[in-house]
T-cell receptor
């Protein structure tokens, strides 16, 4: 199957700093990537849809200025958690779509665990 | 909500037993998928069932879909300790702006005791 890489896998930061998480499709081009957030023992919640070359589409209740998404190339999307606070501590997972909008397959990264002190 | 609701939330069984997890949803779907997640890891795709299919098999996995009841079930036969993980159903829906997208159910935490 296709490979999606996330980096870093774990990050610890101080409150008030910004953290960038990268999602790369290693062996295919992905015009669309998705960012999810997962709290302990809970499900994945879709945060936003990242589209290459255009603005991300955010889900209701997700702050655009808080979670900055950039999809500058066909293989890389980044999620920046700005001015992080302890409540932003979570597991962030990206997925990348290979293929078209209707029939494409989705592949998931291994996730990035953010801990804000 | 398009998000699936799963039951049970937690299931503990002995090795060799079968495990059944259920997923119910509220809207029309194009497809439904099941994923597995080991603790603190990413998701592994298990199986996809299309809306015009009623049952699908993959190894020890059996998935059923009842669109009239808006429900799906995942059966793992002859469970092993290595099957211990969280299992999620995911609804595949399509939006004009972003194409296909996945929204996940609440998940079932399966523990298989050796």
């Amino acid at each position: 199957g296709a490979v999606v890489s996330q980096h870093p896998s774990r990050v610890i930061c101080k409150s008030g700093t910004s953290v960038k998480i990268e999602c790369r499709s290693l062996d295919f081009q992905a015009t669309t990537m998705f960012w999810y957030r997962q709290f302990p023992k809970q499900s994945l919640m879709l945060m936003a849809t990242s589209n290459e070359g255009s603005k991300a589409t955010y889900e209701q209740g997700v702050e655009k200025d808080k979670f900055l998404i950039n999809h500058a190339s066909l293989t890389l999307s980044t999620l920046t958690v700005t001015s992080a606070h302890p409540e932003d501590s979570s597991f962030y997972i990206c997925s990348a779509r290979r293929g078209g909008a209707r029939g494409g397959e989705l592949f998931f990264g291994e996730g990035s665990r953010l801990t804000v002190l | 909500s398009q998000q699936g609701e799963e039951d049970p939330q937690a299931l503990s069984i002995q090795e060799g037993e079968n495990a059944t997890m259920n997923c119910s949803y509220k809207t029309s779907i194009n497809n439904l998928q099941w994923y597995r997640q080991n603790s603190g890891r990413g998701l592994v795709h298990l199986i996809l069932i299309r809306s015009n299919e009623r049952e699908k098999h993959s190894g020890r996995l059996r998935v059923t879909l009842d669109t009239s009841k808006k429900s799906s079930s995942l059966l793992i036969t002859a469970s092993r300790a290595a099957d211990t993980a969280s299992y999620f159903c995911a609804l595949i829906t399509w939006r004009w702006a972003s194409g296909s997208r996945l929204t996940f159910g609440e998940g079932t935490q399966l523990t298989v005791n050796p």
